[in-house]
């Protein structure tokens, strides 16, 4: 596609439940990030993805939170039993091979966890 | 570790106004620099960068030079307009040779142009 995608837009969830959130990047970017943009914490790294490996998992702030990357293209980002401090928007950034240090930013999920 | 330091907004100017947001890091080696905007209701946009010491980058009227003696990525504009108005955030990617960089930003600094 044109730009990277991010769906939903937005997802509001009681406390708990699980979430799937999906980004699809730029046709034949490599690389993928999550990051998390809250208010308390400003925008935080979460995951780096290489294709389908995860060489960087460090930012992930619990084992709730867990990713996977399939056929190099679309990840999705899991959070299990959504905590209230989950709520925040998270975006995802993919880089092509040849500018690996630009990042193109989706428009993010915002996640409001009840 | 990394870290970047923004000046505190939030900035209120008026239009044609000069700009100055303040932009300071820590790394080690030889990070690259970025500025990213954020216009209300839509995501991060890749404003300008710059990948080694006395790099200018540049971009919309925007200009910010990489320097090393003062690790600092000041973002400037000669004559700001409404349409500037948005959240603006210096980061910096620490890649140490491999082609993979995670960013790490600042805490965003809001600007408000009035007519």
């Known amino acids: 596609g044109a730009g990277v995608s991010q769906s939903p837009s937005n997802k509001v969830t009681e406390k708990g439940k699980d979430v799937e959130l999906r980004c699809d990047p730029i046709?034949?970017?490599?690389?993928l990030y999550w990051y998390r943009q809250s208010l308390g914490q400003g925008l935080e790294f979460l995951i780096y993805?290489?294709?389908?490996?995860?060489?960087?998992k460090s930012g992930l702030p619990s084992d709730r939170f867990s990713a996977e990357r399939t056929g190099g293209s679309v990840s999705t980002l899991t959070i299990q039993r959504t905590q209230q401090e989950d709520s925040a928007v998270y975006l995802c950034?993919?880089?092509?091979?040849?500018?690996?240090?630009?990042?193109?930013f989706g428009p993010g999920t915002r996640l409001t966890v009840t | 570790g990394n870290s970047v330091t923004q000046m505190e907004g939030p900035v209120t100017l008026s239009e044609e106004a000069f700009l100055t947001i303040n932009c300071t890091y820590t790394?080690?080696?030889?990070?690259?620099l970025f500025w990213y905007v954020q216009y209300p209701g839509e995501g991060l946009q890749l404003l300008l960068k710059a990948t080694k010491a006395d790099d200018k980058g540049s971009n919309k009227g925007f200009e910010a030079t990489y320097r090393k003696e003062t690790t600092s990525f000041h973002l400037e504009k000669g004559s700001v307009q409404v349409s500037d108005s948005a959240v603006y955030f210096c980061?910096?990617?620490?890649?140490?040779?491999?082609?993979?960089?995670?960013?790490?930003f600042g805490q965003g600094t809001i600007l408000t142009v009035h007519p």
């Open positions: 790394a080690t080696g030889y990070p690259s």
């Open positions: 980061a910096l990617l620490n890649a140490g040779g491999t082609s993979y960089g995670k960013l790490t």
């Open positions: 993805f290489q294709g389908n490996s995860a060489p960087d």
């Open positions: 046709s034949g970017h490599t690389a």
């Open positions: 950034a993919t880089t092509s091979s040849t500018r690996p240090y630009e990042q193109y």
